[in-house]
């Protein structure tokens, strides 16, 4: 029941996150390249995929639409050609506000139905499954 509960809560909750990110012409998992950038500007495409989690193609891609967007360039590091770094420009700098809005409304749609200490209890339990749950599959686990 556990696992068929966080599967719909995540479902549930990606899908209006991605309704408030279509408003704003992005794509879920944008919003949170776009954070990594406002905390830290100039990542290396490397550092950025580390940050988000993952994997190369999926950034990659997200990436490339973002700078088509005009929300960031893409240039090779001065040091090392090889590395690409990732700026904000202007317009991605401007998305600083309506992602915070973004945050606001998706959380308080999310504890709508909560108390103060169930939606923290929520998490700290949130936090506790993740803890659980091992990084990868146990040994002779079918792959």
Same mark, same amino acid.
């Given at each position: 029941?556990?696992?068929?509960?966080?599967?719909? /809560?995540? @479902?549930?909750? @990606?899908?209006? &996150? $991605?309704? =408030?990110? !279509?408003?704003?012409?992005?794509?879920?998992?944008?919003?949170?390249? /776009? %954070? *990594? =950038?406002?905390? @830290?500007?100039?990542?290396? *495409?490397?550092?950025? #995929?580390?940050?988000?989690? =993952?994997?190369?193609?999926?950034?990659?891609?997200? /990436?490339? @639409?973002? *700078?088509? $967007?005009?929300? /960031?360039?893409?240039?090779?590091?001065?040091?090392? !050609? !090889?590395? %690409?770094?990732?700026?904000l420009t202007d317009?991605? +700098?401007?998305? +600083?506000?309506? #992602?915070?809005?973004?945050?606001?409304?998706?959380?308080?749609?999310?504890?709508?139905? =909560?108390?103060?200490?169930?939606?923290?209890?929520?998490?700290?339990?949130?936090? &506790? #499954?993740?803890? &659980? #749950?091992?990084? !990868?599959?146990? *040994?002779?686990?079918?792959?």
């Open positions: 029941p556990m696992s068929y509960a966080i599967f719909q /809560l995540a @479902r549930a909750h @990606r899908a209006y &996150a $991605a309704t =408030l990110l !279509r408003e704003m012409d992005l794509h879920p998992g944008q919003e949170l390249l /776009l %954070m *990594q =950038l406002f905390d @830290r500007d100039g990542q290396s *495409q490397s550092e950025l #995929i580390e940050s988000v989690g =993952l994997d190369h193609s999926t950034v990659s891609k997200s /990436l490339g @639409r973002m *700078q088509d $967007a005009g929300l /960031l360039v893409r240039e090779p590091s001065a040091h090392d !050609r !090889r590395v %690409m770094l990732v700026h317009k991605g +700098r401007a998305m +600083r506000e309506p #992602i915070a809005t973004l945050w606001q409304t998706l959380e308080k749609a999310s504890t709508r139905n =909560l108390s103060e200490h169930q939606a923290q209890a929520f998490v700290d339990t949130a936090y &506790a #499954i993740t803890e &659980a #749950i091992p990084s !990868r599959p146990p *040994q002779g686990a079918r792959k």
